[in-house]
């Protein structure tokens, strides 16, 4: 059986303020070469690690035409939800975002917390789990949010979307060791993403554990500017497992791509978002405007419909301020 991994797509619209290519032609042509590797190997399932759009609510023309590409490899699509694909870092807007949206149709299937989805050949039997993002990922527990039971299955395959390092990361940025997962958990492969750098894959404990990187780069940070975007195909024999990484050939080389004049936006961005939900410690977190307005609504019942458009209103800002 053959799985094959991507994350952080981030599929949007609009071009990001470092890029210098037309980006949403550049991410087409990307999934348009994921598909061809998917039908090339034989996949038997492609698997999203989160983040794939950059925002809850993209235009359903975008999405429409993204989707059309990924969807013509005919075979099933599994994920995970990312702190960029919800409002408010909170799971719970996911049945009012785009996302939640193509999972209420199947046309993805989002792995849900506690629950144990099965693939099988004539061969093998994998066991898919999955964690979303959440506000609380990597500062609490993290054997809650990556160590599941193997059950029932050859192998056990966990897509988490949270910061899960091979090594310690910013001070004040939240994160979660592979030292502090590897004994605990159960799955033969823990799938990362949400750290766009990715990192070399780790045996540890006799389980791998794999992040790619992300399939945009969207920072002018050394390491963004000088990898080549990449995925993972899985292959599952009853002999064992096997894996390889594909660069993507249509990724054009970082300088080629990448502003390196101004500020880095991206960065600054989520450590200012971090450092706003460090203040908070284990309280309420508030971690964008978003979070915000989800706590005045609550506190004064402020209608449904009165707070999606102040939503709507949010996204439209942040696309035009980027």
Known sequence: MKLLYLTD?????????NRTDDFPA??????????????????????????????????FPLVSGC?????????????VAGNHDMYAYSPDTLDRTMLGFLSNLNIISLLQPEERLYLSDDRVRVQLTGQHFHHAIDR??????????????????????????NKPFFKDTPYTLIE??????????????????????????????????SVVRLSHQP????????????????TGLTFRYISLQSARPGREVIDLS?????????????????TYGEGPVVR???GTLDDVSEKRTVSRAVKDEALRLIDKYRRDAE
């Open 26 to 59: 550049t991410l087409r042509l990307k999934l348009q070469e994921v598909a061809d590797i998917a039908v090339s190997e034989k996949a038997d399932a492609i698997l999203h690690g989160g983040d794939l759009f950059d925002l809850p609510t993209p235009e």
């Open 223 to 238: 390491v963004d500017i000088n990898r080549l975007p990449r995925i993972v195909v899985l292959d599952f024999e009853p």
């Open 67 to 79: 989707m059309r590409i990924l969807m013509s490899v005919g075979i099933p699509i599994y994920a």
């Open 288 to 290: 964008d405007l978003k």
């Open 140 to 165: 609490r527990d993290p054997v809650l949010d990556y160590c599941v039971d193997k059950v029932d299955c050859d192998f056990a395959v966990h897509m988490a979307h949270g910061m899960l390092l």
């Open 9 to 17: 797509t981030h599929i949007r619209g609009s071009n990001p303020r």
């Open 262 to 278: 101004g500020p880095d936006v991206s960065r600054t961005r989520e450590e200012c978002i971090t450092g706003l939900a460090g």
């Open 180 to 213: 502090q997962v590897a004994p605990f958990t159960e799955a033969d492969v823990t799938l990362g993403s949400h750290a766009h750098f990715g990192y070399p894959e780790v045996w540890a404990e006799g389980k791998l554990f794999i992040n790619p990187g």
